[in-house]
């Protein structure tokens, strides 16, 4: 099942966006649907609003009175937090009980505005922000009868649009023709959505394409990294001793393939095969791997690993598993290091890429033809540098 988070801010245009999620076949869970469900009258959830709030926000059936509940929570921060207290917990329990009971090939999504404020963002495969201009989105709310004063106090009250950009994997910007906005979302759709949906379903993670490209530095490669880092510790926990952005994509201002190279950090493998179907469920897929031995440490046995990758064809990532003060473990945030102090080992490195790059067009053997140049070149110069320096690796 892939689970996708669909916020924006209050008038940014996330209905329009999840109508035609729904259409093209998501099953879509509205967080203010539910808001309000777990409110009705009769309910636990009405019955703790009044014991907080009082018997002043039912309107004369007995039913929540919206707008005055409103009035009192959206000029009251402490009062919306104790709000929140009371509704988030039972929306999000009505959420999973319905998501529960889909199809487990079903694409979900959530429609759920507060993603950014209530933390959630880790625990869904993908995350879609809807963006529009403020003052576009005060006149859609104008258009809904909401005083711009109300509006406002309701704008300010939510995140921001950057900290929803900081949390998500996806931006649509919803500030012109609706039928372009709907074209954005269908090849969302097709080109990411449901091939990450296949891959989850067929449990494999999206590989690196096998026609070499080599890209400079994107600046969502930090974003991305955050991303699915965050996604591993919700699922490990305090058994990822270290979750470490690595390889070229964590070099500023460097030629690098398009693909996120992670390390974590375990006191034992043994430990990621204990989590082998949380990360499946999470999206990723690996098996045991290994690394190129260098010459101190010859042993196959010392460079054993997990190599893990992600479900998403958006954010192509390599996630390697080492254990602790393994001589893998620690080449790989020496080599990082190295290269982020050292502009003559850029240099060198970024040469030999280019070289290598123009004789071989095809990934895997480019891969393979630059293990050399890691034994005979980086290896020994890399750790020249770190007694020269005093680096030593970092533990926690």
């Given at each position: 099942m892939l689970r996708v988070a669909l916020t924006g801010g209050i008038g940014a245009g996330k209905s329009t966006v999840a109508a035609k999620l729904s259409e093209l076949g998501a099953r879509v869970v509205d967080a203010d649907a539910l808001s309000r469900e777990v409110v009705a009258p009769d309910t636990e959830g009405l019955a703790a609003v009044v014991s907080r709030f009082g018997p002043g926000v039912l309107d004369d059936e007995g039913a929540l009175d919206r707008a005055e509940l409103a009035a009192i929570v959206f000029s009251n921060p402490s009062a919306r937090a104790?709000?929140?207290?009371?509704?988030?917990?039972?929306?999000?329990?009505?959420?999973?009980?319905?998501?529960?009971?889909?199809?487990?090939?079903?694409?979900?999504?959530?429609?759920?505005?507060?993603l950014a404020e209530t933390g959630q963002a880790p625990g869904f495969h993908l995350n879609i922000d809807v963006e529009a201009p403020r003052e576009l989105r005060l006149e859609r709310l104008a258009a809904r009868g909401l005083p711009r004063a109300d509006a406002e106090r309701r704008i300010d009250a939510q995140a921001s649009d950057a900290e929803r950009r900081e949390v998500c994997d996806v931006v649509l910007h919803n500030d012109g023709d609706l039928h372009d906005l709907e074209h954005r979302v269908k090849l969302l759709w097709d080109e990411r959505i449901t091939p990450f949906a296949e891959n989850l379903r067929l449990g494999r993670y999206e590989p690196r394409p096998d026609k070499l490209q080599l890209v400079h530095t994107d600046p969502e490669w930090a974003h991305r990294f955050e991303h699915l880092a965050a996604r591993i510790r919700r699922v490990m926990g305090p058994s990822a001793v270290r979750i470490d952005h690595v390889g070229s994509t964590a070099v500023p201002d460097f030629l690098a393939k398009d693909v996120i190279d992670i390390q974590?950090?375990?006191?034992?493998?043994y430990l990621v095969d204990s989590f082998q179907d949380a990360?499946?469920?999470?999206?990723?897929?690996g098996k045991v791997g290994q690394d190129t031995p260098k010459p101190e440490y010859p042993s196959v046995e010392q460079w054993e690993k997990r190599f893990y990758g992600y479900a998403d064809p958006g954010n192509i990532a390599h996630i390697h598993f080492r254990p602790i003060e393994s001589p893998g473990q620690r080449f790989a945030l020496l080599f990082r290091d190295w290269l982020r102090a050292d502009p003559q080992a850029r240099a060198d490195y970024a040469h030999a890429k280019g070289a290598l790059a123009a004789k071989f067009d095809s990934t895997p053997d480019y891969t393979e033809a630059k293990e050399s140049w890691f034994s005979t070149e980086a290896w020994p110069r890399a750790n020249a540098w770190a007694a020269e320096t005093g680096w030593h690796a970092p533990v926690c």
């Open positions: 104790e709000l929140e207290a009371i509704v988030h917990p039972r929306v999000r329990a009505r959420a999973r009980e319905l998501t529960d009971a889909m199809p487990d090939d079903a694409i979900v999504v959530q429609d759920i505005p507060l974590v950090t375990v006191v034992a493998l990360l499946g469920d999470a999206g990723f897929f």
